[in-house]
């Protein structure tokens, strides 16, 4: 399978426990998404990366939440000191290179991590 | 919060009907995209159509858009059960952007 991985697809976990979700893109896909969905509404952008720079960050990324993606291929998300409004399915997706000024990005996503709070 | 908004939120129909979600957003834009959920699982990219695009068609799939009401449409012919999932529009946030700003989207069910 070629499509975007994620790594675990469940997590359950206790208040103020730290987790670390992991994502592989396709290959041959420099940008790198990762989305929050919660139950009944669409995804909500987190971040993303162009390569190995993360380019934007949303407000809802606090402090407590890093994301990194060191050589350009991977990613991984972790939230520190977990919280019972985290639980959510966290998603990645992925995109090729685009044509310079084009924002036609179709996003490739995976099957989504979902965290358990509890 | 969620921009842009899908109408119905939930649809139920028949089987070998035809369905038809409806998608209205508030700034300008260069893309809209359709993308599709099973429960629990990941988003499907169905179809991206262009703001000087007026229709679009991918099989069963017929989206339009109308930038003049800022609105578009995803209609899917011949239901079958297989179809049954969440569908959503999204666009990115402003021209040139990549971050994609999705609506709440449309339960769709098809009976049997």
């Known amino acids: 399978d070629t499509g975007v991985s994620q790594d675990p697809r469940h997590k359950i976990t206790k208040r103020g426990q730290n987790v670390t979700f992991r994502c592989d893109p396709i290959s041959e896909h420099n940008r790198l998404y990762w989305y929050r969905q919660t139950l009944g509404q669409g995804p909500e952008f987190l971040t993303y990366f162009q390569n190995e720079a993360q380019l934007e960050k949303s407000r809802l990324l606090s402090d407590r939440f890093s994301a990194e993606r060191p050589k350009g291929s991977f990613s991984t998300l972790e939230i520190q000191r977990t919280e019972q409004g985290d639980s959510a399915m966290y998603l990645c997706?992925?995109?090729?290179?685009?044509?310079?000024?084009?924002?036609?990005?179709?996003?490739?996503f995976g099957p989504g991590t979902r965290l358990t709070v509890l | 919060s969620q921009q842009g908004e899908e109408d119905p939120q939930a649809l139920s129909i028949q089987e070998g009907e035809n369905a038809t979600m409806n998608c209205s957003y508030k700034t300008s834009i260069n893309n809209l995209q359709w993308y599709r959920q099973n429960s629990g699982r990941g988003l499907v990219h169905l179809i991206l159509?262009?703001?000087?695009?007026r229709e679009k068609h991918s099989g069963r799939l017929r989206v339009t858009l109308d930038t003049s009401k800022k609105s578009s449409s995803l209609l899917i012919t011949a239901s079958r059960a297989a179809d049954t999932a969440s569908y959503f529009c999204?666009?990115?946030?402003?021209?040139?952007?990549?971050?994609?700003?999705f609506g709440q989207g449309t339960r769709l069910t098809i009976n049997p």
């Open positions: 997706a992925s995109s090729p290179p685009g044509v310079q000024g084009s924002s036609y990005n179709e996003q490739f």
């Open positions: 999204a666009r990115p946030l402003t021209q040139g952007a990549q971050k994609l700003v």
């Open positions: 159509i262009r703001s000087n695009e």
